[in-house]
């Protein structure tokens, strides 16, 4: 089956600097690449998705990156604010019909320090 | 601004005890999620139904948990006997028939002593 693997699982950064969060994936049928954002006690909340049919896909200050033919995808945040502190997590929803089925990475926790 | 919600927010039990968590998913959406978060397990899915029938369930301990879908708008969690290792936050999650964004509910943090 699928299978996500995440990296870093901590990451420090200073205000203003750029953060980047790598995922790769075992399925070469999956399609659909969410990345959720979970505050300390919150629940996870969608921040930005990729489909298999595109390459990358901006969002003000966060944008995804798929490479297909390596199967990883990342996470990019320009101008990181101390708000952006939180952990991250990627999915890829497996290619084997549409079942909506997500599997998760393991998450990256992040701290924008001020 | 529709919404998954959960009850309880919080529960504690003693081990042994039965627990129930409950899920109103996002109205006119078919698909629900089960997940369990621990700090060393991430988001791991328990169960998921479509149309209120189980797609897969494989990954709940079948002896001790259950997942039902009573009705379209109630999905149900129970454990009985409750341990432990049980111990962690419990995350509802819906999608619509498109079936591929998911909307997580708040979790029922579960405390069992």
């Known amino acids: 089956g699928e299978n996500v693997e995440q990296h870093p699982s901590t990451l420090s950064v200073q205000e203003g600097d750029s953060a980047v969060i790598k995922c790769t994936y075992s399925d070469s049928a999956s399609n659909y690449f969410p990345w959720y954002k979970q505050e300390l006690g919150k629940r996870p909340q969608l921040i930005i998705d990729?489909?298999?049919?595109?390459g990358e896909k901006k969002d003000q200050r966060i944008a995804v990156t798929l490479n297909k033919t390596a199967k990883h995808f990342s996470l990019h945040i320009t101008e990181t604010q101390p708000e952006d502190s939180a952990v991250y997590f990627c999915?890829?929803?497996?290619?084997?019909?549409?079942?909506?089925?997500?599997?998760f990475g393991q998450g990256t926790t992040l701290q924008v320090k001020p | 601004d529709a919404r998954v919600t959960q009850t309880p927010r919080d529960k504690v039990t003693e081990m042994g005890q039965e627990v129930t968590m409950r899920c109103q998913p996002i109205?006119?959406?078919?698909?629900v999620f089960w997940y369990r978060q621990t700090m060393m397990q991430g988001l791991e899915l328990l169960a998921y139904f479509r149309n209120r029938a189980p797609l897969d369930d494989s990954g709940m301990p079948k002896d001790r948990f259950s997942a039902e879908m009573p009705d379209a708008t109630l999905a149900t969690l129970k454990i009985q006997p409750s341990e432990p290792r049980d111990s962690a936050v419990y995350f509802c999650?819906?999608?619509?028939?498109?079936?591929?964004?998911?909307?997580f509910g708040p979790g029922t943090r579960l405390l069992v002593l």
């Open positions: 990729i489909r298999s049919n595109v």
């Open positions: 999915a890829a929803s497996p290619g084997s019909g549409n079942t909506g089925k997500l599997i």
């Open positions: 109205l006119g959406h078919n698909t």
């Open positions: 999650a819906s999608a619509d028939r498109w079936g591929e964004t998911q909307y």
